[in-house]
C-alpha cells in the first residue's frame, strides 16, 4: 500500500525516540500519509502511540530521525508554529474561559478581527450541533458536549492536519458510536488529515482509511481496515485485530501459495504461507472463526477438514457461537449465522469442521 | 411486602421510623467525632480563645476608676465640668476618704497612671498625694490627743463603735457589708466578712462618717493586713472624718443622745470643736497638692469614670475621649494611625515580594520531574527547620553596616566604605527579612494548586497556536491564581501581626502596629490600649478575609 513519498503530507523518517536513553519506546517508525488521510494508531497500552502524536505536535523531540510535514522537517519548529489541530484524551478545555472564550483563543493567537472570529465561533458550533452553548462553561457540559467542543476548538482555526489522542476514551458505547460517526463525517466533509490514536480496535476499523498497528515500538502492520482484519501479516495483527483461532505447528512444505503445516497433534494442514520463510520453521496459524464451517452441506468441495469435539454451544441470537477441540486447542471458537437451515450442535458431540486454504494463514511463531 | 404510601412514614427493619434511626446512628457518629475532638477543644478554648476573649474586654473596661474611688465617681456624677470651674465640697471631701483608702491599700498610684493615658502628668498628681494625704489628721490627732490621750488608741475607738454581745439587735451590720464591698472592690479580692465584729447603730447615727471609715479600716486592717485593730493607733483619716462628724450640725442630737462609757469622751470632743473653725476638705485636698484645685483633674475623673469606655478604641485612632466628645489627638501624640497605615503598606509590599519570587519556584517545584523537586522542597522548607530567632539574627549579621552585604559590596569596589548602605533598621531590612521568612507560607500553597493544572493545558494552547508566554499567560496563571490568593493572604495575615522579625531588624521606622502592642503590654503596661490595637487589627484581618471570601470565594483557596 505504500504511497509515493511525493505526495506524503506527514512523514515519518526513522524515527526513534527514548525518554531515558537506556530503552526505545519507539523504534525505528517509519510512516507516511497523503492529505485528506483518516489514519488511525492502534495498539496495546504503552505501545508508543502517544509518544508519536507528541513527536509530530512538537512537544516531544525525536531522539533520532525526521518528521516532515509538507515536505519541511518540522524538528526545529516550535509546536505553536505547526498548525496542527489537537484534541486531548482529557479534552483540555480551559476551565476558565467559556465555550466560546475557547473556541476563540487560537483565532485571538493569531489575530484574527474580531467579526470575522465570531462567525468562525458561530460555524465551528454549528458544525458540532453545540450551537446554544457559546456561553457555558467546560465544567457545566457532560463529556460528550465537552468532546464535541474541543474538537470544534481544534477545528475552528482549520488546520490541515488534527490529531486525535483518544479522544473518545472517557465515552460510553452509545455516545462513542455516534462520535465515531461525526469526527469521520467531519473529516471528510473538511477535507482535513487526521491521525486518530485509539486502542479501541472496532473504532479503528470503522473511522479510519488506514490503520497502523502499534506494538512494542513499532509499526506492525500499516493496512486499511479490510486487509488489516483479512490479511493480517503477523500473528500479533491476527491476535489484536478481530477474534482470532490460532493453532500452533510445524512448516512442512512450502511454495509459492501454499505451505503445508503439521499441527502439534499430528495432522497435517494446507495453508496460505504469509510470514514463514522456510521448511522446518514454527509457525502460527491463524483462522477467523467466521470462516470455519462444520455445516457438510457448506463445506466447500476445496475445503481441509478437520474433525472437532463441541465443548460449548452458545446461542446469540443473530449467529451460533462455539467452542471446540480442535488439534489439542481448546479454544476454538466458530461463529455461525442463524441461517433457517442451520444446525444446532450440542456439547461432546463429534463433528466435522472445514475451511478454505486461503483463509487460512501461516503466520510467525 | 406492602406498598409504604407517600403520607406514612418509612419504617427501619426493626419498625422505627427510618428518619428516627436514622438521626439516632447520625447522633453517635457526631458523639464519637465530638469525643475525639474534645481535648483540642478545650485545650484551644482554655489557652486561646478565653485569654483573647478576655484581652479584648480589657479594651473595653474601665473599672478601676470607679473602683478605687467610689464616692468620688458617685459625686461627680451631677456635677457638670465648666470652664475653670471646680466642683463643690462634697466632692473634694469624697476624694479625700477615697485617696485616703487607696493610698494606705497603695492602689492610688495605679489610678494614677491609668488616668495619665489621658493626662499626661496626672500620675504625679496621684502618687505625691499619697504622702501627703495623711498630714491634715495627722494634726488633728494632735488636737485630739490634748483633749484625752484616749483618743490616741485604737481600743478607745473600738470599745466606742462595737456593740455588747446581749445587744445585737442595735447594731448596724448594713454599713460593715458596704465597707466590705469598697474593700473588695478596690483589692480586687472576695474577702469574707469578720465575724464577731458589728457596729452600735446608736454610734454609727451620732457619727455616721467615722463610723464609715473606721469599718472600712478595721477590715482592710485585718483582713488585708492581718493585723489586730484593736491594738495601737488608727489610720489619720479618722481623725478628720470624726472632726467633720462633730462640727455636723446634723449630728448633734444624736451625739447629745449618746450613753454609755464612751459618751462622755465623744460630747466633750464634740464641745471643744464647735469653737473650732470647719473642715474646709477642698483647702485639704489644695495643701495634700495643688494640683487638685485644677478643674483639669477633675474632669478627667469623670470623663473616664464609667466601667466601660470607649476611650482605649479612640486612643487607637489617635483620637481622645473629651468632655465634648471624641477629638483628634495633638499632633505630636499621633502615631498609632501611621502605625496602621505602615503596617498595613509593608504587609501589602511583603505579600508581593512573595509572589513575584515565590511563583517561579512554585512552578519549578510543579513541573520538574519527582525527584529534583522533592530536593528543592527540602530547601523551601529548610527555614521551618531553622529557628524564626535565628533566621531574624542571621539577617542582622548579613545587612547591618558592617554586615556581609556591605562589605562584599566595599570590596567590589561598587559602595565607598564611609557610604555603607542603610539596610538594616528601617524598612527595607525588615521588608527582605519577612520576605524570606514567610516565603514558604507563599510557596506552598501556590505549589498545591499548581500540581494539579494538567500539562495538557498548556500543550492545547500551545497546539492552538499560542506561544510560550501567552499560553502562560491566558491559561496557566488564571488557574494558579487560587493558589495566588490562599498564598497571598496567609502571609498578609501572618505579616500583619508579626512582632519578632520587625522588633530585631526594623528599628524605629520599621516596626509594625504589633511592636507597638508589645510595648503597652510589657513596657508601659496600658493593656486597655493594647487590647483596642489588638481588637482592631483582629478585625482588619477579619474584614479582608471576608471581603477575600466574597471576591475569590474561599473554596477556592487550597492548602493542599
Ligand atoms: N514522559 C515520559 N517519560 C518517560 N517515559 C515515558 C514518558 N511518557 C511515556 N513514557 C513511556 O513510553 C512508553 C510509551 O508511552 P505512550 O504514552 O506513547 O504509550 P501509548 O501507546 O500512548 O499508551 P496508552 O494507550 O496507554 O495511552 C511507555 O512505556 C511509557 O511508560
Ligand atoms: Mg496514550
Known amino acids: 500500500m505504500a504511497k509515493s513519498s511525493k505526495n506524503a503530507f506527514v512523514k515519518f523518517q526513522r524515527v526513534q525516540k527514548s525518554y531515558d536513553g537506556e530503552t526505545l519506546v519507539v523504534k525505528d517508525l517509519n510512516l507516511e500519509l497523503p492529505k485528506g488521510e483518516f489514519l488511525t494508531m492502534l495498539g496495546p497500552s504503552g505501545s508508543g502511540k502517544t509518544t508519536c502524536l507528541m513527536m509530530l505536535a512538537g512537544f516531544e523531540t525525536a531522539t533520532h530521525g525526521d518528521i516532515l510535514l509538507d515536505g519541511v522537517s518540522i524538528n526545529n519548529i516550535p509546536p505553536h508554529q505547526r498548525g496542527i489541530g489537537m484534541v486531548f484524551q482529557n479534552y483540555a478545555l480551559f476551565p476558565h474561559m467559556t465555550v466560546a472564550e475557547n473556541l476563540a483563543f487560537p483565532l485571538e493567537v493569531r489575530k484574527i478581527a474580531k467579526a470575522e472570529r465570531e462567525t468562525k465561533i458561530i460555524r465551528a458550533l454549528e458544525m458540532v450541533e453545540m450551537g446554544s452553548f457559546a456561553g457555558r462553561r467546560p465544567s457545566q457540559l457532560s463529556g460528550g458536549q465537552q468532546q464535541r467542543i474541543a474538537l470544534a476548538r481544534a477545528l475552528v482555526f482549520e488546520p490541515e492536519l488534527v490529531l486525535m489522542d483518544e479522544p473518545l476514551g472517557a465515552l460510553d458505547k452509545q455516545l462513542r458510536e455516534k462520535m465515531q460517526f461525526e469526527i469521520t463525517n467531519l473529516a471528510h466533509a473538511l477535507g482535513i488529515t487526521v491521525v486518530y490514536v485509539t486502542h479501541d480496535q472496532t473504532e479503528a476499523l470503522t473511522m479510519s482509511d488506514r490503520v497502523a498497528v502499534f506494538n512494542d515500538g513499532r509499526i506492525q502492520q500499516l493496512a486499511s481496515p479490510d486487509s488489516l482484519y483479512e490479511e493480517p501479516e503477523n500473528s500479533f495483527v491476527a491476535q489484536f485485530i478481530g477474534e482470532n483461532n490460532t493453532l500452533d505447528g510445524e512448516v512442512k512444505n512450502l511454495s509459492k501459495n501454499m505451505a503445508v503445516v503439521q499441527l502439534d497433534d499430528g495432522s497435517l494442514i494446507d495453508c496460505k504461507p504469509v510470514n514463514v520463510k522456510k521448511v522446518g520453521e514454527r509457525t502460527r496459524v491463524s483462522i477467523r472463526p467466521e470462516r470455519v464451517e462444520y455445516n457438510k452441506k457448506r463445506i466447500n468441495k476445496q475445503a481441509h477438514t478437520l474433525t472437532a469435539e463441541v465443548l460449548e454451544f452458545i446461542y446469540m441470537g443473530d449467529i451460533f457461537r462455539t467452542r471446540l477441540r480442535v488439534a489439542g486447542n481448546d479454544d476454538f471458537i466458530i461463529k455461525t449465522r442463524n441461517a433457517p437451515d442451520q444446525q444446532r450442535l450440542t456439547a461432546g458431540q463429534q463433528i466435522e469442521i472445514g475451511w478454505l486454504p486461503k483463509d487460512c494463514r501461516a503466520l510467525d511463531a | 411486602m406492602s406498598i409504604q404510601t407517600s403520607n406514612q412514614p418509612l419504617l427501619a427493619a426493626d419498625g422505627r421510623p427510618l428518619k428516627q434511626s436514622l438521626s439516632r446512628a447520625l447522633r453517635r457518629q457526631k458523639l464519637r467525632a465530638l469525643a475525639l475532638v474534645a481535648p483540642l477543644l478545650v485545650f484551644v478554648m482554655l489557652t486561646f480563645v478565653l485569654p483573647i476573649c478576655n484581652m479584648l474586654f480589657r479594651s473595653v ?452 502596629i504589633s511592636n507597638r502592642i508589645a510595648y503597652h503590654i510589657s513596657s508601659s503596661l496600658n493593656w486597655g490600649l493594647a487590647a483596642a490595637l489588638g481588637a482592631i487589627l483582629l478585625t482588619v484581618v477579619l474584614v479582608l478575609y471576608w471581603a477575600y471570601d466574597k471576591i475569590v470565594g474561599i473554596d477556592n483557596v487550597k492548602l493542599g
Not at chain 2, 130 to 156: H, I, M, Q
Open chain 2, 61 to 512: 473596661e474601665n473599672d478601676i476608676v470607679s473602683n478605687i474611688m467610689p464616692y468620688t465617681v458617685n459625686a461627680l456624677e451631677s456635677w457638670t465640668a465648666e470652664p475653670d470651674t471646680l466642683p463643690d465640697e462634697a466632692i473634694f471631701k469624697a476624694a479625700f476618704y477615697d485617696l485616703s483608702v487607696a493610698a494606705k491599700a497603695k492602689e492610688h498610684t495605679k489610678l494614677g497612671t491609668r488616668l495619665n493615658y489621658e493626662q499626661t502628668g496626672i500620675s504625679s498628681t496621684f502618687r505625691k498625694s499619697g504622702r501627703a494625704l495623711s498630714k491634715s489628721g495627722k494634726a488633728l490627732a494632735k488636737e485630739f490627743d490634748a483633749l484625752d490621750p484616749r483618743w490616741n488608741k485604737a481600743e478607745t475607738f473600738f470599745e466606742l463603735f462595737t456593740t455588747d454581745e446581749a445587744d445585737r439587735q442595735a447594731s448596724d451590720q448594713n454599713i460593715l457589708d458596704r465597707q466590705l464591698f469598697r474593700l473588695n472592690q478596690l483589692k480586687g479580692q472576695a474577702y469574707d466578712p469578720l465575724p464577731n465584729f458589728e457596729l452600735a447603730r446608736e454610734k454609727t447615727a451620732a457619727l455616721p462618717l467615722t463610723a464609715r471609715e473606721y469599718g472600712y479600716w478595721a477590715l482592710f486592717t485585718s483582713l488585708e493586713k492581718n493585723k489586730d485593730f484593736t491594738k495601737g493607733k488608727v489610720t489619720e483619716a479618722l481623725y478628720v472624718a470624726l472632726t467633720d462628724d462633730l462640727q455636723n450640725p446634723q449630728n448633734k442630737a444624736y451625739i447629745d443622745r449618746l450613753t454609755g462609757p464612751s459618751a462622755e469622751l465623744v460630747k466633750t470632743a464634740a464641745a471643744y470643736f464647735e469653737t473650732q473653725p470647719n473642715l474646709n476638705y477642698a483647702k485639704l485636698m489644695k495643701d495634700v497638692n495643688k494640683n487638685w484645685a485644677e478643674p483639669v483633674v477633675w474632669e478627667t475623673i469623670k470623663l473616664h469614670s464609667s466601667r466601660y469606655t470607649n476611650g482605649y478604641f479612640l486612643n487607637a485612632v489617635d483620637m481622645r475621649k473629651t468632655a465634648d466628645g471624641p477629638a483628634v489627638q495633638p499632633e505630636s501624640k499621633q502615631i498609632l494611625l501611621i502605625l496602621f497605615q505602615r503596617t498595613v503598606k509593608m504587609s501589602l509590599i511583603i505579600t508581593v515580594s512573595c509572589i513575584l519570587l515565590g511563583y517561579p519556584v512554585a512552578w519549578l517545584l510543579a513541573n520538574l520531574p519527582m525527584r529534583t523537586s522533592n530536593l528543592l522542597m527540602i530547601l523551601v522548607l529548610l527555614p521551618f527547620w531553622t529557628s524564626l530567632l535565628v533566621r531574624t539574627s542571621a539577617w542582622k549579621v548579613m545587612l547591618q553596616q558592617q554586615g556581609v552585604i556591605n562589605e562584599v559590596l566595599v570590596w567590589l569596589g561598587l559602595v565607598a566604605t564611609d557610604n555603607r548602605l542603610e539596610i538594616i533598621n528601617n524598612q527595607f531590612g525588615t521588608i527582605i527579612a519577612m520576605t524570606h521568612i514567610l516565603l514558604p507560607f507563599m510557596i506552598l500553597p501556590m505549589y498545591s494548586v499548581m500540581q494539579t493544572i494538567p500539562a495538557s493545558y498548556v500543550r492545547a494552547a500551545k497546539s492552538l497556536g499560542a506561544t510560550n508566554w501567552t499560553a502562560f499567560w491566558r491559561v496557566y496563571f488564571p488557574q494558579s491564581v487560587p493558589g495566588i490568593g490562599a498564598g497571598s493572604i496567609l502571609v498578609f495575615i501572618l505579616a500583619i501581626g508579626y512582632y519578632i522579625t520587625p522588633e530585631i531588624v526594623g528599628g524605629t521606622e520599621g516596626v509594625f
